[in-house]
């Protein structure tokens, strides 16, 4: 299982906002309804992470009208050795 961060703008109106944050809410996706919002920054999109098994399920958890805005990005932390492992792989291919 792979972890993501799915994105999902709105517009900055302040009804859009509040439209935003119900139609998440509203979904019916227990992670979709915990997502939180930039739009008391300026920053008008909501974000979720997730575990599930592909980009295209990731996807499939939002509303329809965001799916096609929402932007989701696999997740990856890194140990110190794989760090040092990756640098002498990209060393001995330069």
Known sequence: MARYLIEVPH?????ECLIA??????SGSHFVTHADF???????????????ESKDEAR????PAY?????IVQLSKFVPE?????????????
């Open 11 to 15: 517009d900055a109106d302040p009804l």
């Open 21 to 26: 944050i119900q139609i998440l809410q509203k």
């Open 38 to 52: 930039g739009c008391d920054d300026g920053i008008h999109k909501a974000w979720v992470t997730v575990d599930l």
């Open 60 to 63: 499939a958890i939002l509303p």
């Open 67 to 71: 799916r096609s805005k929402a932007t």
């Open 82 to 94: 794989q760090i040092d492992q990756l640098i002498q792989q990209h060393q001995t291919k330069a």
